[in-house]
């Protein structure tokens, strides 16, 4: 039999039985759509949560001081074990790397806070005027810390949504005087609240020049150095550089760890990825239910059409001519199916970014290939079963019976 | 010169339950090309079964069948398939015409599945149609023609491979007396073109016309009458 003449018998068979292909394709749109959708949601949700955490300041890398070991034991390990300070004179060598656009070092402490009579225990974050850039956050009223040198801080302040509500109630903040141990600050900013980032609610803090706040915990050292990198793709350089001009500066110890912002997104990216293959897989029980179904169906209209296969036999169709326009049948309905269930997938998926638009739920490109192809193969797969019971067929007895 | 077809000593055992059914008990049989044969018997006599035989549908239990003199018993499934292809044509009693496919598509099928390219299948298909007078009604599908129309349609799929063999399991069986004897005529005029027609019937009429009659008792020949004319069908 013709290629041509054996998927023409098999649309014939299928075009002779609507019901039952209605039904077939359906089963099968209903599982790979099932499978479109649903990876849809699970990239939409990577994708949506890797955009949120760009909006913080993607291009971060971030200094800490101390190495964690990761590569066993160095030499460095047995001269020393206490890790040089990381200064703020450190932070500001940082500026000469190429591939670094900003720098801003960092103190934290907590303090008591008092205005007029009212305590409040607070963190208090030491800082420079490049802080609010780096880690992306915007003023609600008056302004960030001034540019200045950093180490001869005036004394101002700058706060958080929430600590002013607490500290001023419905009074103004502006202008009016902090007292933390024996030093006065003067509020000229209130950050506009944004919820929490990286551990760290930036809502709560009271922000300060770092030569104050170092004088004030009395401490030479730094918590963190956020440096910011121009671009995406200088990240690694500038990680580089920076490690390399520390260990310079450290007398050629390696004594700092510096982290990227890139692997914990990675981390976050692996772990919903591995989300969306589990909800792929579930879906993906769908598709063989759907091939199960398939099998049904099809050993059904064997067991219809078996005095047509009868005659088939008796016009001279061999065994294999007959299996394979079983198979064909099967594979046409399959593929049909897949086909519909995937426009099916991208209407829901596109339903989907109607009623939530910040939501980009696209279906990736290897849930598609995965969706049609396990269609496909279920199909096939099912298919084989009433196929083979077809070429087994006595001709006799199946023409015998009306 | 070798007969077209020789069965020697054919057995067929069917088991229903703990009995067993001799449907064919030691058959012996020569037929000669062109021969015009009817196979009458009762119910239970052999006679569908010998028709299944030589039109290899089903493979005997014993004994030998030659079809021009090649052994076709010993032969896989799929070189019988492709012998009925080539060599044989059925007539059945219920025509058996594929519901959804119209008539042309239906007397084209068996070179549909013989793999013939299709612009002799169409030249063949208007040549039947046409030789069987059914050129108006090609685009019909079975439900849209009459009895004797439909088993003409049967009768041009039959013969639209050019068989050596016609077998007709009651080819009348389910038409009116005009039908049926058109259809009878259909096939005498196939024979007398040359093909072997070979019919099972209950009709005594439709029997008496065969130039050779065999009659079928618990699954042997009891008797093989030859008519006044057949003297040159036996070589």
Redesign the interface.
Known sequence: ??TA?LLA?AV??A??NRVRTVLLMLAMAIGVAAVVTLTALGDGARRYVVREFSAIGSNLVIVLPGRTETGGINPGSFVSSTPRDLTVDDAQALLRAPAVQRVAPLVVGTAELSVAGKLREGVVIGTTAEFIEVRQLRMAQGQFLPREDWNRGSMVMVIGATLRAELFGNEAALGRFVRVGDRRFRVIGVLAPTGSGLGMNSDELALVPVSLAQAMFNTDTLFRIFVEARSREAIEPAKRQVTQIIQQRHDGEQDVTVITQDAMLATFDRLIGTLTLGVAGIAAISLAVAGILVMNVMLVSVAQRR??I????????????IRLAFLAEAALLSSAGALFGYALGLAGAALIRALYPVFPAYPPDWAVLAGLGTALFTGLLFGVLPARSAARLD??TA?AR? | MAAQIELQGIERVFHLGDSVVHALAGVDLRIEAGEYISVMGPSGSGKSTLL?VL?L??RPDAGHYLLEGRDVTTLS??EQ??V???R?G?V?Q?F?L????TAAENIA??M????LPPRERDARVRQALDGFGLAERADHRPDQLSGGQRQRVAIA?ATV?RPALLLADEPTGNLDRASGGEVVRLLEQLNADGVTLLVVTHDPALGARARRCLRMEDGAIRRDERQQAASHAHG
């Open positions: 039999m013709r003449d018998f014939g068979a075009r002779g005095s047509e009868g005659l088939l036999k008796a016009l001279g169709a061999s065994g294999g001519t001709p006799v023409l009306r | 299944n039109g549908l089903d499934a799929d398939a492709q009925r292809s080539q044989i059925f059945f219920s058996h594929v519901p959804r496919l099928l068996p549909v599945l013989a793999g799929r491979m």
